[in-house]
């Protein structure tokens, strides 16, 4: 039996998946443009663009009509449900669209809040995105108490020992991101979900910043409330949660009257976004395709004897993400994700190694090649002992010149950067690394930033 060193993986096969990205084309001041901002928002492909085009040119209306163009409109709906309950691996009634992942954590945490009040206790995280932490802020204003969870600064991953001495009968719910959007930890979500429920309060997951890099899989996880946003991971501008069903029949959302009190339609307040819903359903068909021609392009190479194994950088997601009975789908975006995780963690390598050996350059976050598989490959760096040219921004500036898209700043991720005191100072240069990036932009990105460092 094949075990999971020697299982041939998934292959990506850059020609195919680039040619589907118009954008990644462009050219700035001659250089070609690479798109290293991937956390900040993706590219999309043709089918997600023609998506949304073809949903304004032939079926543009308002839901419940009974007309044909009304009825197109509802099918639209159910079917990004249901692309989304594949992608997410829960009930298509359990999925909720929004505009914006911090919208609708808004929507949830003002109602959470509504039955909250002095001696309750919302444990937030020092890494989070804000959108993770400010909407549970403000329940300060009905005298839930805040705490906060601390970090290792060393490698910037979660303190777990006080993040579960923080945990107690008081909290009613655990609010943290599944991966950093500045420094790439990956946190061990699983682990601090039963350390809520044991204590009997809830767990509110920011996805945002995985979705694009790993499998999220709700029913395996077993959490209360799942965020993210698919305009990070190949879609359109738009938020999508996930609520255990019995949550978002029991909680009472901030409604107009005339609105249904079903779920999932109960959350979504006045009329959506139907042209992006529509690219929702193509970009996690586009996700679903890249795992089916990764599997395609494997088993050709094996059949040529170009068989390509697993790493020690590569764990398979355990047997619970591949239950059997699930839709065809969902299993061709386990192979996408098998495929872009592998394809990822070795771009991400060769980036870390090539920063290295810059001097000066420091990076924050895990680099300790033997917990590579706690990080995503998103890479926050500075010089140290900067000048006026060396500053994040003046840096972003000069590699955006020469066609590197890269980012300056905080990101919301405000707690952290004034925790490692860098906020005042410009936070961190971001390198963002996607799928669609290749071996090629790394290497010229770190030549761009050697000579940058360099001449400042
Ligand atoms: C980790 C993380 N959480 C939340 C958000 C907020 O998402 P949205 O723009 O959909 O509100 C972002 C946006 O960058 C993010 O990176």
Redesign the pocket.
Known sequence: MPTAETLALPTLDLSHIRAQFPSLSQTVNGHPAAFLDG??GTQVPQRVIDAISNYLARNNANTCGAYATSRNTDAVLADARAAMADFLNCGADEIVFGP????LTYAISRAIGRDLGPGDEILVTRLD?D??VSPWLALEEKGVTIRWAEIHEENCTLDLADLASKINDRTKLVAV?YAS?AVGTINPVKAIIRLAHAAGALAYI?A??YAPHGLIDVAALDCDFLVC?T??FFGPHM?VLFGKREHLQRLRPYKVRPLIDTIPNRWEWGTLNHECIAGITACVDYLADLGRHSLMTTEQEENSGKKHVGTDAFVRPSSEARPSGRSERRAALISAYEAIHHYEHGLMQRLISGLNEIRGIKIYGITDPARFQERCPTLAVRVMNQTAEQTPLALATKLGEQGFFTWDGN??ALNLTERLDVESSGGFLRIGLVHYNTVEEVDRLLAALRGIVKQS
Not at 100 to 103: F, G, R, V, Y
């Open positions: 956390p900040g914006n992942m911090t919208t995105h959108a993770n991101g959007n920011d945002v910043h946003s305009y990070k938020g990101y919301y």
